[in-house]
């Protein structure tokens, strides 16, 4: 990635505005694809203040794809969630400890450590090009690509044609508004004030905790650092002066600790929002992360959100880019983001009334039947094992119809584990890689299908892996990978084969047999018109 004060490109294949998480995200993304990608962003430097905080284990295996590792960046696992009100005592808690898909089903994290460690990996890609000191006045679409109106800091005008242009510029996104997009939903009446400090000494708490009070909700978190993050909202005539006073800072930390043990590192206050944009995209823009859609933070799940974008709209971008998919792949990035973005903000917004009970009487009333709830196992298991959050699967967009076989749900993330490849225990993802991958379960994938089959299925981005079980060591030219912890090869049966996505996404499945009709099934869709 180059970033000096040379010229501003004029031409570009990928134009992303904003060089915050999700905007980086996705510029290491298309890196990585080998895309030919400019961002620029107002600002040089990466904002020290922490806002996000948390991430889920989806998030950090799209990190994994991105590139990376557990030791990019710190990150504490967090092993429960629990809540509190000051009437029934701990009336409910949430299971986050283990891991799923290889990583910890719940961190917190430093946001400028990521920010960081995103871009160096963004830096290790000459295709990527950074300009600080631009903003996006105005942009023209024609059918042939996006020519975007750019201010500098001294107020000159310029010009950058583009393909594809993605706004990853904030809540308050210009793209989003360019674009004439309603940014539908509700702001919340309460403000809140969030406090992240750093203790002088000693340590932090080791869990999640909701204090559930009437009288002033309060979350409150671990991160990295010896750092810990509390939320107070703001009672009715509480000013925004008043509440970031010294003073007052320390009034509602002493339940907690004393003042002079903790370096205040931000004080601010906030409205928190609930909102979705009408559709990701308009032609050859498209929306990503809080531009395109802002849920409330009670369930951890804002930047989570955006990475999600970044990975269904990352490989979308770039094979469309090199020719291996018609450009109507695009419009199904839309279609599989946006119902699952809504579905995240209802269940934040639930969350939020479990947080915030309007009166006494709610209190009792909610945090007792949560309480009683969890003497019925399957409503135990709802909100104890995190059942309740909806899983990051579609029906609509890029896969093909038809019901999968037994172990198998297309349009869902196939599961990943450790596995045995060229003689080294690695995570499946990273065997996988950047492809669109034909795998065999027990099978060779590649024995049904002619060389004329291989070839084209190649030159769509697509690949080879047979998945066996642990011990199986067949002689074969196809890649493979020996299952170490039996949450692949004991998923579909054997026999199966099944299409994985770049994004990990089930595109299609099927016998061996059917191997023909499968890679034609893919191969018409991508190159659908």
């Keep these: ?103 910890p089903k719940l961190v917190t994290f430093y946001q400028p450590d990521l920010e960081r460690a995103l871009r160096r990996q963004v830096a290790a890609y000459p295709d990527v090009t950074f300009r600080d000191g631009y903003e996006l006045v105005d942009l023209d679409q024609t059918e042939s690509g996006v020519t975007a109106h750019l201010k500098d800091s001294d ?38 004030l969030i406090v992240d400090a750093k203790a002088r000494e000693g340590k932090a708490i080791d869990h999640v905790e909701f204090l559930c009070d009437t009288r002033r909700p309060t979350p409150h978190m671990p991160a990295p650092g010896g750092r810990e993050r509390w939320e107070f909202m703001l009672q009715p005539g509480e000013t925004h002066e008043d509440m970031e006073r010294p003073e007052k800072v320390a009034e509602l930390l002493a339940p907690w600790v004393a003042p002079e043990g903790l370096v205040i590192e931000r004080k601010a206050v906030y409205r928190f929002h609930a909102r979705c944009c ?37 490989w979308k971008l770039a094979w469309v880019v090199h020719g291996q998919a018609a450009p109507a792949l695009l419009d199904s990035y839309d279609k599989e983001r946006r119902p699952h973005a809504k579905k995240m903000i209802g269940l934040a917004k639930l969350m939020g009334s479990l947080v915030m009970p309007r009166s006494r009487f709610t209190a009792i009333t909610v945090h007792g039947a949560m309480r009683l709830g969890r003497l019925v196992p399957r409503l135990r298991r709802q909100l104890e094992e995190l059942e309740i959050k909806p899983p990051n699967r579609f029906r609509q967009g890029f896969l093909i119809k038809g ?77 493979f990978a020996e299952d170490l912890s039996g949450c692949l090869a004991n998923g579909p049966s054997r026999g199966t084969l099944v299409v994985c996505r770049p994004d990990r996404v089930i595109l299609h499945d099927g016998p061996a047999h059917h191997a023909e009709r499968i890679v034609e099934d893919c191969l018409k869709a991508l190159t659908a018109a």
């Design 1 to 103: 990635m180059t970033n000096n004060k040379e010229a501003l490109p004029r031409t570009t294949d990928v134009l992303v505005i904003g060089y915050g998480p999700v905007g980086a995200a996705l510029c290491a993304l298309l890196g990585r694809y080998g895309v030919t990608t400019l961002v620029v962003d107002k600002v040089a430097e990466v904002m020290l203040a922490p806002r996000a905080i948390a991430l889920d284990n989806e998030a950090l295996r799209i990190l994994q794809m991105i590139g990376l590792g557990e030791e990019a960046f710190e990150r504490i696992a967090i092993p429960e969630v629990k809540m509190h009100c000051p009437y029934l005592g701990q009336f409910g808690r949430a299971n986050t400890s283990g891991t799923l898909d290889g990583h």
């Design 278 to 314: 009408t559709t990701f995209q308009q032609g050859r823009v498209f929306l990503a992360g809080d531009a395109a859609h802002i849920t409330p933070p009670f369930v951890g799940q804002g930047l989570v959100a955006g990475l999600r974008d970044v990975a269904n709209l990352g």
């Design 403 to 479: 019901r999968g076989r037994k172990g198998v749900t297309r349009g869902a993330t196939l599961a990943q584990g450790l596995v045995r490849h060229d003689g080294h225990i690695r995570p499946s993802d990273d065997v996988l890689g950047d492809h669109l991958t034909l795998i065999g379960f027990g099978v060779d994938p590649r024995e049904a299908l002619d060389d004329a089959t291989r070839a084209r299925w190649q030159a769509h981005g697509g690949a080879f892996l047979r998945i066996g079980l642990r011990g199986e060591h067949p002689a074969t030219d196809t890649p």
């Design 155 to 192: 107020g000159r005008r310029h010009e950058v044609s583009a393909c594809y242009l993605v706004g990853a510029d904030g809540a308050s996104s210009t793209v989003r508004g360019l674009i004439g997009q309603d940014f539908q939903g509700e702001t919340y009446p309460e403000d809140w």
